[in-house]
Every structure is written in C-alpha cells, then in structure tokens.
C-alpha cells in the first residue's frame, strides 16, 4: 500500500471536520469563521474523540498562505479610493476608537499582570470590529437601508487600514524590543515613503501592461499572474522590513485600480476560501479548554471593555465627527465586537515568538461572546437613545445636534484649502519618486556604472547625467508646477508668492541632497548643481511636457476602472452622487435617500403607485424608478412598480424601518405539486357565487384554488390574461389553470363546471 504523507491526510481531516461544522454554522445561522475555529478545536491536540493532525509544521506553513490570501482579497475588495471617498465623520470615528481601545486594551493587560508585549497586541486585537458579523446582523433586523448604517461601512473601512498598520508598528516593536518614539516616527515615515511608492508604481504600471496584454488573459492566466504579483510584493514588503501581510494588501490594492480587479476577485476566491479555512482551523487548534477555563476572568473583562468600550469610543468619535446624538449611540452599538483580524494580529504575534498562546482562546472567547450579543447590542440602540434623551438634561442633548449641524457648515472646503493640499501632493509624491531615484541610482545604478568606468571624473559625469535625465521631470514640478484649481482660486498674490518661495526653496534643498547623494560634495556644488539648474532651465519646455505624459498616463490608469464603469453605468453613478448630495443636504432633517430592489415576488408587483398608498400610509416619498438604464424621475401616481426595479426612496430612519417589512413582503408561497396535477379549466359563475361582484385579486382565488385566471368569457367576448382589478360578473365563464385537485373540489361542491 502507498504511503501518504502526513499532509495530506491532515488537509483531508481538517476540510471534511471544516465542512460539516460549517453546514451546521449555516443552519444555525452563525457566522463561519466561528465555525472553522471550533473544527480546529476539534482535530487540534486538546480533544481526543476525532482523530487528530500530525504535520503540524506544514499546517502552518499553509495557515500562512491563508493569512496572505486573506489580506490580499481585502486589498481587492478596498482600493485606496474607497479611502479617500469615505469622508471625514467615517474617519475621525474611526481613529478616535482605535486611540482610546488600544489605550484601554494596553491597560487592561498591564491590570491583570501581562507583559508588555502581551498588553500591546491586546489593543491591536481591539482596533478592529468584525465587518462580517455586523453585515449579517444588518440583514438580519432589516438595518442597511438606514444612515447610520453607511457611516458604520466607513468606519469599518478605515479601521482595517489603520489595523494593517499597526501590524506593522506591532511587528517592528517586537523585533526591537523597544517602544521608543524616534523608532517609531521612522518606521511610520518609512512604511509612508514605500506605501506611496508602490502605489505610485504599481498604478502607472500595471494597468498599462494589462491594457496590452488582455486578450491573452484566460482565467488560468489571471490567477497565475495575480498571485504571482501578490507573493512578489510579500517578498518585497518582507526585505524592506515589512509584513508579508502588508504586502499581499498593497498588491491587492492595486489590482483594484485597475478593469480586472472583478475577474482577479473571482478566479483567486477559491483560493482564499481553501486556504483561509486551514487559517481559521490552525487558529482553533491552539485552542486550549483548560487555558479559556483559567483565564475566564480575563475573557469576561476584556469582552465587558470590547461591549462598553467600543461602543462608548465609537460613539464618542461618532459624535465629534458631528454626528447627531441618536447616530452616535446607533454607530456606537454597532461596533462593540471583535473578528477576524483579532486571530491576524494574534498569528503575527506568535509567529514573532512574542506573545503568549493564551491570547488565543482569549481572543476566541471574546470574539464568540461578542458574535452573539452585537444584534442585540444593535437592537437597543434605539431604545438606549429615547432612555438618555429622557434622562440627559434637554440643554445637554440640543448641545450635541447644534454642534451636529454646526460641523456640516464647517466641513465645506475653502478653496484656499484645497489649493494647499494640491501644492502639499505635488512636493510630496514627486518627493518620493526622487528619494526612491536616488535609493536606485545608490544600490543598483552607480555600482553598476563605477564597475564600467574606472576615471572618477567620467564616472561621476555620466551618473550625474544619467541622473538627471532620470530625475528632471520630478524636479521640475517640485520647482514650478502650478496646481489647476489655483487659476481659479481668490488667492491674495502675497499666499501665492509665499507658496511659491517656501517650495523653490524645498527644491533647491532637495535638489542638492539629490546631488549630493548620488556623487561627492565637491562635484556637487563644482559641476552638478548649475548643470542640472541649467539644463532644468533650457529644456524646460521639453521636460514640462514629459512630465504631462507621465501625469496624464498615470490619471488615466488611475481612474480606468472607475471610467469604464461609468461608461456602463452611466445612470447609476450619477444617481449615486445625486443620492449623496441629497443625504448631506437634508441631514438636518434626518433623512436620506435610501436604494431597494423590487422582489419578483413583491405583493405590490405591477400595482399603480396610487393604490399603494405608500406616502399616506408610511410617510416615505418614492423620488425615482430605475428599470434598466432607464430613469422614471418623480414617478405619478400611475406608475407601477416591475421586478428587479431600483427604487430611490426618501424618508427617516423610523420611516424605513416602518416600511421595510412592507416593502420585502412577498406573495404567499404556492405549494408545489407536480406537472401532472396542473390542469386547464372552465368554470361558470353564477348565483350565490362568493366571487361575484369582487376583484380577481379581492376574490383570492389564486390562493383558495391554487390557480390562476388566465382568461373570461364574457356575452361572446373573450378577455384573454385579464388584469387583477377585473371585477367578475355573473354568467362569467372563467379559465382557470392550477391545482386539479383543488379545482375538482370547487366545481363538484359548486356544480360549476363546464364542458
């Protein structure tokens, strides 16, 4: 008989134990990730009754592989525009409850007695809140639709950003040991310089090379290339001294710029979802029931810091973000719970050797605690609100909404603001792009020439050209670039000439630190420096012009996905900006405009608007109907309602919830029966017929008889699929198809039948 390795045997028990946990997860309704962590308990060295994995070694290897391919579909799903859209109100909330829980994190592990590094990567495992979790309990109680919903979706945006970087501040403080404020300020200038670096490389790039190669990218091509790049950058991001983590996200974010992020998100899923679970499974066999049995105290204290403490931080930045009282509570509850990047943080520490094993079941059991009470937390938002405004002095709670609305005036831009922040990208990224010039030219470039040339002076002569060639568009828009939007703008001419010294001098310095650094301080400030001032001088044209390519190439593959997408959407989008214009305007109305999908099976299918009565009944107003790429603005009152119609509709969040139930109720379901038992036939109404008089749809025929009308004969005419409102007269001969068993019963009970 044929050995096999212990791998393979581990994967096949730990996918089959993984397989039918989670089928008993999906009937129970409860999130997976909890599922394939009890599977792990189950095959890992703490319980005996299933039969245990061996090759241990290798299931961390893979379990590795899951943690890369995690982060990598999590960059997919994320762009780096999605950041820059979220808003302020997503992003200061976020950032305040990340301060003040790691900071509560960190202080709860020092109460109970942990080590230092076991109370930093406690705050890290508390940053984030489980995005999976609060998405299910949204769709459970109905809550999407409401706008305290999407302030929450931001949140959970900019948290896992933020999460990625502390991961990288967690591991360089572990590797140093040391928690010294210069260490950290170059590490956060380091993983800004390379973060914008790639960026800036990966977009100018990679969507021109896909553009050329397309066509001969199949699915099996796709998925080869896209992890192939994703492990490329995790080797790169490992050598800079970075995550492997960090590097899978970054790859993933800038394949999201680009027009096959979809189909690189479609053909790598499996690959998440395979290996994933080995993560997710590896993180349950550390699962030690004696260890979550000791440190029960801890979990029930930290699970009491996650519930009060994320929701009291939360709603604090909710609240200085200004955002009223009754959203700041609502965003609060929303966020009191741990996920997945709990058991990322927790993997990175063990893997660094740092921490100790027991802030695994710590984390498991908070994030279990945690799982079940958020929908509850979510549902006593509400009511929570209307106890504290009973409560809280009048003046305290007006305060709040006053300060609410008084942030919206403010928030508005000037445009003397935004004519800085263009000058500030403009030094900046071309900053950038010079140091990491000056990194090639130090490492690879001027080796490689010194290896070439033996005379220094024709040495340093050809780098110093060579070098500004490379490096004079970006000098030139250190130095004289103009923002656009400063043409326009009522700047006093001293701002402009102030802007315009403080950046010839930021050139000049940069120029000659470029200088400097590519050859010695002699041929610099001899040769180098009026050569490069000169030649930025005389070809300035020709290098502006260059420059515009480059800016012009990289806007294009910057914007690529988000301008096909228009061009196919073209309605949606801008429906979608009308929508948020809508939303900031009416904020001090507490109203927004909220998206839904016609079910096929909706009651109101095919009913005119005025029969509905849904403003009477429910107060909402509908502002427009999407059939298509068609647009039905401010439909009448004889407007009707299709399957898979977008509806925009305008209301509060109490009118929503109202609504919402009436607006999923769908017809009652017909019980099945088999082709052999629909049947065609006539009936005669007449007499004391109970449908006489009435509507089809008032007669409930279709749900008595199991039937449905599909024609009238009536005085010699014949009405052929007659609408629901036709009221049915005696004499009517109706055809009917359905259920032969119940029609059989109706016509020998009545004697209606007709042959």
Not at 68 to 80: H, V
Not at 315 to 340: C, D, H, R, W, Y
Request: glycine share 6%.
């Amino acid at each position: 008989m044929a050995h096999l390795p212990a791998l393979i045997t581990d994967l096949a028990l730990i996918l089959i134990v993984g397989a039918f946990v989670t089928l008993l997860f999906r009937r129970i309704k409860q999130p997976l990730v909890l599922g394939y962590i009890i599977a792990g308990f189950l095959v890992g060295p703490h319980f005996q009754m299933v039969p245990t994995v061996v090759d241990e070694k290798n299931i961390d290897t893979l379990a590795e592989i899951g943690v890369i391919m995690l982060l990598f579909s999590l960059g997919l799903e994320f762009s780096f525009k999605k950041l820059m859209t979220v808003g302020g109100s997503a992003s200061i909330t976020a950032v305040v409850e990340i301060i003040f829980i790691g900071l509560g994190g960190y202080l709860t592990g020092y109460l109970l007695g942990w080590n230092k590094m076991d109370s930093l990567f406690l705050g890290g495992m508390l940053a984030s809140s489980s995005t999976t979790i609060i998405l299910k309990a949204f769709d459970e109680l109905n809550m999407k639709t409401r706008q305290f919903a999407q302030i929450v979706f931001g949140v959970l945006i900019v948290e896992d950003i933020i999460v990625i970087l502390l991961m990288v501040l967690l591991s360089t403080i572990a590797v140093t040991q040391q928690i010294e404020g210069s260490e950290i300020l170059f590490t956060v200038l380091k993983l800004a310089f390379f973060l914008i670096l790639w960026f800036l490389v990966g977009i100018y790039l990679l969507p021109s090379f896909l553009k050329r190669t397309r066509k001969l990218f199949d699915e099996e091509t796709t998925l080869i290339f896209a992890v192939g790049l994703c492990f490329g950058m995790v080797i790169l991001a490992t050598q800079v001294g970075f995550s492997a983590e960090l590097g899978a996200f970054v790859m993933g974010s800038i394949i999201a710029e680009t027009t096959m992020a979809e189909k690189v998100e479609h053909v790598t899923k499996p690959l998440k979802q395979l290996f994933g679970t080995v993560f997710f499974v590896s993180v349950g066999m550390m699962i030690d029931p004696s260890a979550m049995v000791e440190y029960a105290g801890p979990i029930l204290a930290i699970t009491a810091l996650t519930l009060f403490g994320k929701f009291f931080f939360s709603a604090l930045g909710a609240a200085i973000a200004g955002q009223p009282l009754k959203q700041s509570i609502q965003v609060g509850m929303s966020m009191a719970q741990i996920g997945e990047f709990a058991f990322i943080v927790a993997t990175l520490g063990l893997s660094l050797g740092v921490i100790s094993e027991f802030l695994f079941p710590v984390a498991v059991g908070v994030s279990a605690i945690t799982t079940f009470t958020t929908p509850y937390m979510i549902r006593l938002a509400d009511p929570f609100y209307e106890w504290l405004r009973r409560n809280l002095p009048e003046r305290f709670v007006q305060r709040i909404d006053n300060y609410s609305l008084e942030t919206d005036k403010i928030s508005a831009n000037p445009r003397w603001q935004h004519v800085t922040k263009e000058y500030l990208r403009i030094l900046v990224v071309n900053t950038i792009v010079l140091i990491a010039i000056i990194l090639l030219f130090n490492f690879f470039i001027t080796p490689l020439i010194s290896g070439a040339i033996e005379n220094t002076l024709y040495r340093n002569a050809v780098v110093i050209l060579l070098a500004t060639v490379v490096s004079a568009p970006f000098l030139w828009a250190i130095l004289t670039k103009q923002p656009k939007s400063a043409e326009n703008t009522s700047l006093s001419e001293t701002v402009i000439v102030a802007l315009n010294i403080v950046r010839f001098l930021l050139g000049t310095f940069l120029i000659g630190l470029f200088i400097d650094q590519i050859t010695s301080t002699k041929y610099a400030i001899l040769f180098a420096l009026p050569l490069v001032v000169l030649l930025l001088w005389i070809f300035s044209k020709k290098i502006q012009a260059v420059y515009q390519r480059i800016e012009a190439q990289f806007l294009s593959n910057f914007h690529e996905r988000e301008t096909a997408f228009y061009q196919d959407n073209k309605t949606a989008v801008d429906i979608g900006v009308k929508n948020q214009e809508f939303k900031e305007k009416l904020k001090a109305w507490d109203a927004h405009i909220a998206v839904m999908e016609v079910d096929p099976l909706a009651k109101y299918v095919g009913v005119p608007l005025m029969e509905l009565r849904w403003k009477e009944t429910y107060g909402i107003n509908v502002v427009y109907i999407k059939r298509g790429e068609n647009l039905i603005s401010l439909p009448g009152r004889s407007n009707r309602l299709l399957p898979y119609d977008k509806v925009g509709i305008l209301g509060t969040d109490e009118q929503f919830q109202n609504f919402k139930s009436v607006f999923d109720e769908r017809e009652e379901e017909i019980v099945e029966f088999d082709v052999d038992d629909i049947a065609l036939k006539k009936i005669l109404i007449d007499g004391d017929c109970k449908y006489i008089g009435k509507s089809i749809r008032e007669s409930k025929i279709r749900e008595e008889l199991l039937s449905q009308v599909v024609g009238i004969e009536r005085e010699g005419e014949r009405i052929l699929n007659p609408e629901s409102s036709v009221v049915l007269r005696s004499g009517d001969i109706l055809w009917m198809v359905g259920n032969i068993k119940k029609l059989r019963e109706f016509i020998l009970s009545s004697g209606r039948g007709v042959h």
